[in-house]
């Protein structure tokens, strides 16, 4: 797959002996802050309490007394940090990098991209969000179950024990770089499915029912075709559909990994959730697919069919449910872009470049996805930890953290980074160069990666074009 005339890559140079040699893009390092862009005095605060709260001393008894607003603080930040414009705010008041949220934040375009090639220490975080150790696979079968959350696992060479290595290439092998799920998602029955879909978006109108009812238009659709191409499960089968439709968004299914909010749904309003957890894991450990895993292997540290399945059902929750349904909204319209600060982007139709695509090249509404993922990436930032203390620039001052602070990664600031893409950064063009050599929209940087690429990332693309394509000529046809 090309994009025409590309540019050529920017010189490889050295990054420090410490971290080793990763490609340069120039002094992105020097971020000025302009005087209308420094932040006022309560946000210049809460700033210096975070950096108080990672670097104190335990003499330091300032930031003892801090530390219950700093809780609050962090948790408000926290749901704050998804939304690309807050972090670009951010950005904007104290520069590249930054403290928030209880981790300290590296924007710069070598910092996401060196993150996102070398192996990564993980937490129980859902990008700034706590999850709860209880509630994920296997462990909410017992204290003695292992866990084998793909998202939650360190990787070699950052602590982990090889389970990420082992559970990741099991998933790889026999489900999602397998032949057979690309061929599903051009068969008769994913075809199907697309006519479906096509009649509700005319039936509907294309109005705000078709993207956010639960029981018709583009949510009955996905949870459908993912499930049949990713696992097999027939779209036909009610009794099944039903559950996992039950689970994954009368439930809330992702709502249930995360800390406090999971146990507040398990208790007040969906006190059968782990009742319906088990009744997912068994349709999905009897799929069509994961029924024919052969269990137990060393290669695999041992993983089990259920565990597997285990796995699977938190992955749908967490990733399988919401990034395509979240891309897809922004793709076709419904959503728009992030209204950064002093910038027009929001004020964007993307459906009118959609109007204006040749669908039948697959290739340009490729190009038109990545674009829309720049100004809008679908899963804003992700996190690891620190396995060494380390000195960052935080505005004016170089600031040493100790080894076991969260990093988070800020992946949208690669598409807005305006030293990389120049005085259009903000502006909408499909066709501008190294859209995907430079995109992070799939937890990569490009084709870098360092194997925590979204597994999806194939039938993602394909199903995305195709739905493009016959959406588009259904709007043109109208």
Known sequence: MTLGNAAPAPDPGEAGAADGPVRRFGPMDDYKLEREDRPGLLEGLAHY?????LTHSW????AWILKPFVKILSFYQGVKCNQGSYLYHKRRAHGENFVCAGGVWLGSV??????LSEPQARTFLLAPTKMDPDH???????SKERLVALINLSQKGAGGNGNWEAFRSACDAHIFETEDILLRAKDATAQQLFEDLLEEYKVLKQGTEFFESRNRGLATFLIKYLHYTIM???PNDKDKIDILHKFHYESTSAAYHLKVL???LKWFKYKDIEQQLRKVVKVYAESPVLSQFPEKQAKYNHL????LAALMTMMMSLAGMVGPETFAVIL???RKLNNYETKKTARIDVTKTWDQLKLEDRDEVLRYIYECGRLRNPVSNTHHVAQNAFTAQIGSRKITFPKGTVIFIPLLFVGINDKLWGPTTFEFDHNRQNLQSYATIFHSFGEETNGRFCPAKRLVETMMVDMLIKLGQCRRAS
């Open 110 to 115: 070598d910092d996401v991209m060196q993150r």
């Open 232 to 234: 097999g499960i027939d």
């Open 332 to 334: 076709l319209g419904h």
């Open 304 to 307: 089990t069919r259920e565990e």
């Open 136 to 142: 994920l696979p296997m462990k909410w079968k017992g």
């Open 262 to 264: 999971g146990d507040v």
């Open 59 to 62: 003499l330091n008894i300032l």
């Open 49 to 53: 309490v975070q950096v108080l709260n």
